[in-house]
């Protein structure tokens, strides 16, 4: 029986064992807060190498679509601890919704919070037949000399933990990298810098829930800062602000009566404050930068016999909420490549470099161009320069026939197209049919017949748009 080392016993790595050991391997799971996730700390509290956990969580399609074809019970078991199924499609215009169409279905979401999240997989798993979970910190990786190296297992305490296939699922501070670098292995990587801050908060939704303005999401956009609101499990809801990590003014936003008056300030949240009721105190979240790491080179393998999945391989800052969902795109992509019949290192290290750069990529750059694009309007609004326009949410090939912006913008009048972009913002679109020449052709008639939009209106001001009066709040509570 083939066995797998899987280091990180989070969501991603949960999911990992269960696919493996599905598979007949042997699995060893080891992490040393695998306790701590299946029983969450009471009050809630950051967790320690996973301060996000505590944050807002939106997931995307592509998060339910792995759940409900690779793990369906798992999917129940979501379910059933009080996560409803939503479909972004049921909130459209009616001129949009156009009586729905046969596979909206495949555009379900899950609304969960993160912990939920965390907890029930983790039960899952800790059920599982053929998964070994090892309450652990593990000490570093086994290497044998070749040319290439390869991983053959962990060091633990308790001495070598030997394995057919190592995988890392450690996290952004996951210790591997470091690791392969001491072996002489120095692993590809791409980093996005990221200027923003978050604050979260979590509610009881109490009264009659109001809309969410962007069907998935609440989201308003000022100057100095960004409010989200997304819904939860079991009739909760967690609040954010985004701001500029040097902005000191607004780290008074940790403080619950700063965070409260925020939102208070906010005319469009009326409704949700008389709604939500504070369950936690607020929880700060650090800027930490978008990365991206590889372990091929020039088509061939670096090392062989340890794979990367989850926020070890692509780290993307809250702002398109895709980490989980690219996470078990990846987790899924990689059994499938390494559970066959025959292991091929090499092969195997390959074919998931050739997928991670023509899928996994292309959700990474659009995540970090959006985030770079609210890093530099937060960053203008702190220093009181000019405001860059906003990033395009789709990325098309630079001499594709069409723009981002006429895709979105024609989007917004035909219902299959609205379709189309929507599956692409939910990581289900790897064909990438969102650049094809058939969409494109649509794009073109939509524009054609659709009226001129009118010009755009002048700059919001007042409230939370200005500058000074947004300081003045937030004072009394620095």
């Given amino acids: 029986m083939p066995r797998i080392a899987i280091l990180g016993g989070s969501v991603v790595g949960s999911v990992t064992a269960m696919l493996f050991a599905r598979s007949g391997w042997e699995v060893m799971l080891v992490d040393p807060a695998l306790d701590e996730i299946v029983a969450p700390p009471t009050p809630l509290r950051p967790r320690a190498g996973a301060p996000h956990a505590v944050h807002a969580h939106g997931f995307m399609s592509r998060t339910l679509r792995e759940l409900t074809t690779r793990l369906p019970d798992v999917r129940a078991a979501l379910v ?10 049921a909130g459209l215009p009616p001129h949009l919704y156009d009586g729905g169409r046969s596979d909206d279905a495949e555009l379900d979401t899950l609304r969960v919070r993160r912990v939920t999240l965390d907890r029930v997989i983790a039960g899952c798993v800790a059920n599982e037949p053929g998964v070994t979970r090892i309450a652990e910190r593990a000490l570093g990786l086994l290497v044998d000399a070749g040319s290439p190296p390869r991983v053959s297992g962990l060091r633990l305490a308790a001495g070598a933990l030997l394995a057919d296939v190592v995988v890392d699922a450690g996290g952004r501070r996951s210790p591997v990298a470091g690791w392969l670098t001491e072996a002489g292995v120095v692993p590809e990587e791409q980093v996005d810098p990221c200027e923003a801050r978050y604050y979260t908060r979590h509610y009881a939704v109490t009264g009659q829930q109001p809309m969410l303005n962007r069907g998935f999401a609440e989201v308003h956009d000022f100057p100095s800062l960004v409010q989200l609101i997304f ?17 000191r003014v607004l780290k008074s936003l940790r403080h619950p009566e700063a965070f409260a008056a925020a939102m208070g ?14 369950i936690t ?36 800052n809250p702002t398109r909420g895709r980490g989980i969902s690219m996470g078990l795109a990846a987790a899924g992509r990689l059994h499938d490549l390494v559970a066959g019949e025959r292991l091929d290192h090499v092969e195997a290290t390959l074919a998931y470099d050739v997928w991670c750069r023509c899928v996994l990529d292309v959700y990474y750059r659009e995540a970090a161009a959006s985030d770079a694009v609210v890093s530099r309007r937060l960053r203008a609004a702190l220093l009181g320069s ?3 326009g906003n990033a395009p949410n ?23 197209l609205v379709r189309v972009v929507i599956r692409a913002t939910m990581l289900l679109d790897d064909e990438r049919r969102v650049a094809s020449p058939e969409v494109c052709r649509r794009v073109r008639e939509v ?3 659709a009226a001129v939009p009118p010009p755009a209106g002048a700059v919001p001001s007042g409230g939370l748009h200005d500058r000074e009066r947004l ?8």
């Fill in 447 to 449: 524009l054609e017949q």
């Fill in 265 to 278: 300030a906010n005319e469009d949240l009326r409704e949700w404050c008389e709604a939500l009721e504070p």
């Fill in 471 to 478: 300081v003045a709040l937030l004072a009394p509570h620095a």
């Fill in 386 to 388: 000019a405001v860059p």
């Fill in 281 to 316: 105190d607020v929880f700060a979240l650090g800027a930490f930068d978008n990365r991206v790491r590889g372990l091929a080179a020039d088509g061939r393998p670096l090392v062989l016999g340890v794979h990367l999945v989850g926020d070890a391989l692509t780290t993307t």
């Fill in 80 to 89: 059933t601890a009080g996560a409803p199924v939503v479909n972004p499609v």
């Fill in 231 to 247: 819904l939860g499990d079991n009739a909760t809801a967690m609040v954010a602000h985004a701001v500029h990590d040097d902005d």
């Fill in 394 to 416: 789709i990325e098309l090939p630079e001499d594709h026939p069409i723009t981002a912006a006429e895709l979105e913008r024609a989007s917004g009048e035909d219902p299959d």
